[in-house]
C-alpha cells in the first residue's frame, strides 16, 4: 500500500513513463524470457535517462521496495523484474555512438545483442555478445559475454573501455581504468551489483564477414570427443557451441533423425574465408552430416531467429570442465537415451584463445583457465515434472564433474549463495565484497546473482 501511493509521486519527477498494473500495456511490458513465472511488479519505470534513474533508485530506498533492473529481461533466475516491486526499465535508453576513426562506440544498455551487433556490422565491425539476438547488452556485458568470437576476440568485457553507471547514492559516474578504476574492475563480470549501467562504451573489432551456421552430425561417444579434440585444436578464428541433443522434429533433417541424439552445433569462422573449408574440413570429416549449413554470412546472421512468445520452461546447471573424453561423451548420450523430456542435453562450448589469455585477476571474471562449459539443461512440462527433470540434470552434471569448481554468473538460476561463490572464486569474491561495501553498503542492488556487502 505504501508503494503504490507513492507512485504518483514518483511519475512527477520523470521524463520517462511509469506503468502500473492498471495501464492497458503492463502485461507485455512486465513480461520476461523465464518461462513458468508470473512476476507482477508494482511499477515498471521506463526511464528516459540518468536523472530518470537516480530518482527511481532514491524513491525505492526511501520506501524500502525492492528494485529490479531490466535490460533484455533474460535472467535465468528471473532478476530483471521483482514481483510487487519497482523495476527500472532500460529498453527506452537505445542510442549507439559510432567513431569510426578510433573504431569505438558508446551503446546504451537498452539495446540487444542483435541491435548492435547489425548497427557494428554496417561499418564493418563487430563486438563479441553471446549466442541470442534478444539479450540485453547491460546483462551479458556485466556477466562476461562467452560467444561467437570469444577465441578470436576475448569476452565482451574484454572489449569494455567504460562504463556509464548510476551507483545507489544516485551519483551518475563515468568508469574505466583511471576513474574509479576498482569499480571499472567489478563492473566487467561482477553483474549488477554495484548500481545500474546506462551504457558502455566498446572497443570494436573489424569484421566483414564471417563462415558459419548450423552443422549437425550424429552424436556418439567417439563423435563427441572427436569434435571436441578439434575444436580444441581449430585456430582461435574458429569457435563452436556444440549442442549434444536430442534431435528436434526440424524439417531439414531426415524424419529418421528426429528423437536420437545429434550433435547440433552452431559454428563461426572469423578469419579469411578462402581458409574456411580447411577449418571446417576435421568437423565435416567426424561423420556424413545430418545437416550442413555453414556457409559466408554477415556476422549478424548468426543470430537464429527468435520467437518473442516462446518463454520455454527448463532446468539447467551450468559448470567448466578440462576435458569431454569418451567416458564422459558416453554419459550424455546415454542420459539423453533415458529420458523423455521433450528437450534435453548437454551444451558444449571450448574456451581458451583470446579469452584465455587474459590475466586472471584483470576483471571480475575470474576463469581465464577454463577450457569447457557445459551447460545440461533439460525442458520441463508443467511444475508436476519439473522433479524429475531436475534429477536428470543432476545426474549428468555429477556425471560430468572434474576438478574445475567453478560457474559462469550468466548462466546460473536461482541456485543459492554457494554457487555464486563458484562464479567467484578466492581473492575475486574478497576484492568484489570490498567494492560492494564501497558502493552498494545497503544493497540496494540485491536482485542479481548477489554479493552481499556483509559477506
Not at 503504490?4 to 524470457?33: H, K, M, N, Q
Not at 579434440?229 to 549442442?243: C, F, Q, R, W
Not at 560430468?400 to 578466492?426: H, I, K, W
Request: with cysteine.
Amino acid at each position: 500500500m505504501t508503494l503504490t501511493r507513492t507512485i504518483d509521486e514518483l511519475r512527477a519527477g520523470l521524463r520517462g513513463r511509469v506503468i502500473t498494473p492498471d495501464d492497458a500495456d503492463y502485461d507485455a511490458t512486465r513480461r520476461i524470457a523465464l518461462g513458468g513465472t508470473d512476476p507482477r511488479p508494482a511499477a515498471i519505470v521506463r526511464v528516459a535517462g540518468t536523472d530518470d534513474v537516480a530518482r527511481t533508485i532514491a524513491h525505492a530506498r526511501r520506501i524500502r521496495a525492492d528494485l529490479a533492473v531490466r535490460s533484455g529481461g533474460h535472467s535465468g533466475a528471473g532478476h530483471g523484474t521483482a514481483d510487487g516491486g519497482i523495476v527500472i526499465d532500460l529498453r527506452d535508453l537505445r542510442r549507439f555512438d559510432l567513431d569510426t576513426d578510433t573504431g569505438t562506440a558508446w551503446a546504451d544498455a537498452g539495446l540487444t545483442a542483435g541491435e548492435v551487433t547489425e548497427a557494428a556490422a554496417a561499418h564493418g565491425l563487430a563486438i563479441g555478445f553471446g549466442d541470442t539476438a534478444t539479450v540485453g547488452i547491460g546483462g551479458i556485458t556485466l556477466g562476461g559475454g562467452i560467444g561467437y568470437l570469444v577465441r578470436k576476440h576475448g569476452m565482451t568485457i574484454d572489449s569494455v573501455l567504460a562504463a556509464e553507471i548510476v551507483t545507489a547514492d544516485g551519483e551518475i559516474r563515468t568508469v574505466d581504468v583511471d576513474r574509479d578504476p576498482d569499480l571499472f574492475w567489478a563492473l566487467r563480470g561482477g553483474g549488477g551489483n554495484f548500481g545500474v549501467v546506462t551504457r558502455f562504451r566498446y572497443r570494436l573489432h573489424p569484421l566483414d564477414q564471417v563462415v558459419g551456421g548450423m552443422l549437425i552430425l550424429p552424436a556418439t561417444p567417439d563423435t563427441i570427443a572427436a569434435f571436441m579434440t578439434a575444436a580444441d585444436a581449430a585456430a582461435d578464428e574458429l569457435s563452436a557451441i556444440a549442442n549434444v541433443m536430442a534431435c528436434p522434429p526440424m524439417p531439414f533433417v531426415a524424419e529418421e533423425h528426429h528423437g536420437t541424439p545429434v550433435i547440433m552445433a552452431l559454428m563461426c569462422w572469423s578469419g579469411a574465408v578462402e581458409e574456411a573449408d580447411a577449418a571446417y574440413a576435421p568437423f565435416r570429416a567426424l561423420a556424413t552430416p545430418l545437416a550442413d549449413m555453414v556457409r559466408p554470412i554477415r556476422y549478424p546472421e548468426m543470430y537464429p531467429p527468435e520467437d518473442p512468445d516462446y518463454h520455454p520452461t527448463a532446468v539447467s546447471r551450468t559448470m567448466f570442465v578440462e576435458r569431454i573424453g569418451l567416458e564422459d561423451a558416453a554419459a550424455i548420450v546415454a542420459a539423453i537415451e533415458a529420458s523423455d523430456a521433450p528437450m534435453r542435453g548437454a551444451q558444449l562450448r571450448v574456451l581458451g584463445g583470446a579469452a584465455a589469455r587474459v590475466p586472471s585477476d584483470a576483471t571480475a571474471y575470474a576463469h581465464r583457465a577454463s577450457r569447457i562449459m557445459v551447460n545440461v539443461f533439460s525442458f520441463y512440462d508443467g511444475e508436476g515434472d519439473r522433479s524429475r527433470r531436475e534429477a536428470w540434470v543432476a545426474d549428468l552434471s555429477d556425471a560430468l564433474r572434474q576438478s574445475d569448481a567453478g560457474a559462469y554468473v550468466n548462466f546460473l538460476a536461482d541456485e543459492g549463495p554457494e554457487r555464486v561463490r563458484a562464479a567467484y572464486p578466492g581473492t575475486t569474491w574478497n576484492r568484489l565484497v570490498e567494492v560492494k561495501r564501497r558502493y552498494d553498503p545497503d544493497n540496494v542492488f540485491r536482485r542479481n546473482q548477489n554479493i552481499a556487502p556483509e559477506a
